[in-house]
């Protein structure tokens, strides 16, 4: 399978995964395509710094980066909150597998594996907090040097 065949299935299933997601919290439905690309775009973020080989824990941090900014400016694009694009777009990098494999070895007496997998669990959710908070933190900063900028 080529490379850009592989972008191509992520960036689909990733999108349709998002709105999937929207359509389900009734997300109103004149966001319902920028929340998809809100979390399409954190997936290519995370899936291409994966393929580079970067950590699974900065690829989560830079993937929520990615969501926690198209958030914000789809939300003063389309003038509506910015949780309506970022709880979507959060879907396609939460350790789904991950927890359920910490469940599985729980069930099966592997109680090592199981730590194992809890832990990189909150691993992964603490990246996602600590990179959708820069991206919040940033937004603040830009906006606040906007406002209380001296004119001239």
Same mark, same amino acid.
Request: glycine share 8%.
């Given at each position: !399978?080529?490379?850009?065949?592989a ?5 689909s299933?990733?999108y ?7 359509i389900i919290?009734? #997300? ?6 920028l929340?998809g690309?809100?979390?399409?775009m /954190?997936?290519?973020?995370?899936w291409?710094?994966?393929?580079a /080989?970067?950590? *699974? !824990?900065?690829? =989560?941090?830079t993937?929520?980066?990615?969501i926690g ?5 789809f939300? &003063?694009y389309k003038?509506?909150p ?15 597998a ?5 469940v599985r070895a729980?069930?099966?007496?592997q109680l =090592?594996?199981?730590? &194992?997998y #809890?832990?990189?669990v909150?691993m992964i959710a603490?990246?996602i907090a600590?990179g959708?908070m820069?991206a919040q933190?940033?937004s603040?900063?830009?906006? *606040? ?6 004119k001239k």
């Amino acid at each position: !399978m080529s490379w850009i065949f592989a972008l191509l299935i992520q960036l689909s299933f990733s999108y349709l995964a998002t709105v999937a997601f929207a359509i389900i919290i009734n #997300v109103p439905r004149k966001a319902l395509n920028l929340a998809g690309w809100s979390g399409m775009m /954190g997936w290519l973020a995370y899936w291409l710094l994966m393929e580079a /080989g970067i950590g *699974r !824990m900065m690829a =989560n941090l830079t993937g929520a980066f990615v969501i926690g900014l198209c958030g914000i400016f789809f939300a &003063r694009y389309k003038k509506m909150p910015v949780i309506i694009f970022n709880i979507p777009g959060f879907v396609p990098l939460v350790p789904g597998a991950i927890a359920y494999q910490a469940v599985r070895a729980v069930v099966m007496g592997q109680l =090592n594996a199981a730590l &194992r997998y #809890v832990s990189r669990v909150i691993m992964i959710a603490g990246a996602i907090a600590v990179g959708f908070m820069l991206a919040q933190l940033l937004s603040e900063l830009l906006y *606040r040097r906007a406002v209380l900028k001296p004119k001239k």
